[in-house]
């Protein structure tokens, strides 16, 4: 057998040789012997040879540990490694066969291991959803809603595959909300968690995607499309704010919750969105040239919508900024500690309790922020202004062809016009004294 001194002997030449030692020497014959490569390097390497059925084998076993820092194995090491495969061919296993499966399975092991490492649960699929609606005015209401519904009900589905997430699994979930009494929400959870699925299929689907280190979810089908919506949960919006009600709300509720107050005033004024005034910015307020723009990134629809400031709608926004302009970025910001935050506005969830708290002591009926959406466009028409218009005005988008692919135009002057005729109309209704005498006049 091989010694250290024999091995360190073995001195290095322009082309690499091997040497052997005689493979009966100290060994039963047919179990195979130790042979050293040196390379032109001085380095050198182990192998273990032998002859089955008339054939040579060589198989590696590794580098030679020249020195005690080095890495590699030591001739002791490696003597080891002889026995151990000596044995198995005294046993009848070629050796050079058995290592070559044992590297296969071991290269399938890794590779299962990272593609199972890869592959996207239940919770990542619902992060990668909540990562899609960032810096939309969903998101919050998203997550929330999956946080209280989804993951604190049901921990151990979050860590099952995406894919194989049933049915049933979902009917379990929607089954757990409406035994608690919930309704309305049912179906709002239940599309969520179909947007979730259908952006997990068509974002691993899309020809142009590049990114293949996100998780993959591998979904055929989307498990919430079985599930039916509960028809007689759905509470369509009806309530209109009555001529009463709305002058009370114009001249008070700014007295004792401004921010709040303004928001609902412009609201009423304009036919916007309340959840989306609360988040813009001073800088989207256009007061000298009468305008606002709603942002892409606020909007619904992801579109610029600019809007005309008529006259009540100034007498709300004038005094707002002044107020605010100083002390944040936004036009109705957050407040903490009785101080305005530079940086961050006023929460929806905040509009919505003051709105109620308003209405704790308000005598007429009570209403809700998206009230004001749907008293303006219902009054709206009631004042004259065309159906397309109003739509226009509330940006809503018109799907009929040309106007999708060929009208380009803003009709900004047109929205001065419908802006206008509600002015006047809002005008009657708010200052019903000064809108007598105008009518006796007339």
């Given at each position: 057998?091989?010694?250290?001194?024999?091995?360190?002997?073995?001195?290095?030449?322009?082309?690499?040789?091997?040497?052997?030692?005689?493979?009966?020497?100290?060994?039963?014959?047919?179990?195979?012997?130790?042979?050293?490569?040196?390379?032109?390097?001085?380095?050198?390497?182990?192998?273990?040879?032998?002859?089955?059925?008339?054939?040579?084998?060589?198989?590696?076993?590794?580098?030679?540990?020249?020195?005690?820092?080095?890495?590699?194995?030591?001739?002791?090491?490696?003597?080891?490694?002889v026995t151990e495969y000596g044995e198995?061919?005294?046993?009848?296993?070629?050796?050079?066969?058995?290592?070559?499966?044992?590297?296969?399975?071991?290269?399938?092991?890794?590779?299962?291991?990272?593609?199972?490492?890869?592959?996207?649960?239940?919770?990542?699929?619902?992060?990668?959803?909540?990562?899609?609606?960032?810096?939309?005015?969903?998101?919050?209401?998203?997550?929330?809603?999956?946080?209280?519904?989804?993951?604190?009900?049901?921990?151990?589905?979050?860590?099952?595959?995406?894919?194989?997430?049933?049915?049933?699994?979902?009917?379990?979930?929607?089954?757990?909300?409406?035994?608690?009494?919930?309704?309305?929400?049912?179906?709002?959870?239940?599309?969520?968690?179909?947007?979730?699925?259908?952006?997990?299929?068509?974002?691993?689907?899309?020809?142009?995607?590049?990114?293949?280190?996100?998780?993959?979810?591998?979904?055929?089908?989307?498990?919430?499309?079985?599930?039916?919506?509960?028809?007689?949960?759905?509470?369509?919006?009806?309530?209109?704010?009555?001529?009463?009600?709305?002058?009370?709300?114009?001249?008070?509720?700014?007295?004792?919750?401004?921010?709040?107050?303004?928001?609902?005033?412009?609201?009423?004024?304009?036919?916007?969105?309340?959840?989306?005034?609360?988040?813009?910015?001073?800088?989207?307020?256009?007061?000298?040239?009468?305008?606002?723009?709603?942002?892409?990134?606020?909007?619904?629809?992801?579109?610029?919508?600019?809007?005309?400031?008529?006259?009540?709608?100034?007498?709300?926004?004038?005094?707002?900024?002044?107020?605010?302009?100083?002390?944040?970025?936004?036009?109705?910001?957050?407040?903490?500690?009785?101080?305005?935050?530079?940086?961050?506005?006023?929460?929806?969830?905040?509009?919505?309790?003051?709105?109620?708290?308003?209405?704790?002591?308000?005598?007429?009926?009570?209403?809700?922020?998206?009230?004001?959406?749907?008293?303006?466009?219902?009054?709206?028409?009631?004042?004259?202004?065309?159906?397309?218009?109003?739509?226009?005005?509330?940006?809503?988008?018109?799907?009929?062809?040309?106007?999708?692919?060929?009208?380009?135009?803003?009709?900004?002057?047109?929205?001065?016009?419908?802006?206008?005729?509600?002015?006047?109309?809002?005008?009657?209704?708010?200052?019903?004294r000064k809108n007598v005498t105008k009518?006796?006049?007339?």
């Open positions: 057998m091989w010694n250290d001194r024999e091995i360190k002997g073995l001195k290095p030449s322009e082309k690499r040789y091997r040497r052997t030692k005689s493979m009966s020497i100290g060994r039963k014959r047919g179990v195979g012997g130790l042979m050293v490569e040196v390379h032109p390097s001085g380095n050198k390497v182990f192998y273990f040879q032998y002859v089955l059925t008339g054939q040579r084998y060589i198989v590696s076993i590794g580098p030679y540990k020249a020195t005690p820092g080095a890495s590699g194995l030591t001739l002791e090491q490696a003597s080891k490694k198995m061919l005294s046993k009848g296993v070629n050796v050079a066969e058995h290592l070559t499966k044992e590297r296969e399975v071991e290269v399938l092991r890794i590779k299962q291991a990272k593609e199972a490492a890869k592959r996207g649960t239940f919770d990542q699929l619902l992060d990668t959803y909540l990562d899609k609606l960032e810096g939309k005015a969903s998101h919050s209401r998203v997550k929330q809603s999956f946080d209280r519904y989804v993951r604190r009900k049901n921990p151990d589905l979050l860590k099952q595959y995406a894919n194989e997430v049933t049915s049933t699994d979902i009917q379990r979930i929607l089954k757990q909300m409406i035994q608690s009494g919930l309704t309305t929400q049912v179906n709002r959870t239940r599309s969520q968690l179909h947007a979730a699925f259908e952006y997990g299929i068509k974002q691993e689907n899309d020809p142009r995607r590049t990114n293949d280190d996100t998780a993959q979810f591998n979904l055929e089908f989307n498990p919430v499309s079985h599930i039916p919506k509960q028809a007689d949960y759905e509470r369509v919006g009806e309530h209109v704010i009555a001529d009463d009600d709305m002058r009370r709300i114009w001249e008070e509720i700014t007295e004792e919750y401004f921010i709040v107050g303004s928001a609902i005033k412009l609201a009423l004024a304009t036919g916007q969105r309340a959840g989306e005034l609360i988040r813009l910015k001073i800088e989207d307020f256009n007061v000298k040239d009468k305008y606002f723009t709603i942002p892409a990134s606020v909007s619904k629809n992801r579109k610029d919508h600019i809007i005309p400031l008529n006259d009540l709608a100034l007498e709300v926004v004038t005094p707002l900024l002044e107020e605010v302009s100083d002390a944040s970025i936004y036009t109705f910001p957050g407040v903490k500690d009785g101080y305005y935050l530079e940086d961050t506005p006023i929460h929806p969830s905040t509009l919505a309790q003051h709105v109620r708290d308003y209405c704790e002591d308000y005598e007429g009926e009570k209403f809700v922020p998206r009230d004001c959406r749907r008293t303006w466009k219902t009054l709206g028409g009631k004042a004259g202004i065309s159906k397309e218009l109003r739509d226009r005005i509330q940006n809503h988008v018109i799907q009929d062809v040309s106007t999708k692919h060929y009208d380009k135009y803003d009709y900004f002057s047109e929205k001065q016009g419908g802006m206008k005729v509600w002015n006047d109309y809002l005008d009657l209704i708010i200052h019903p009518l006796r006049r007339a």
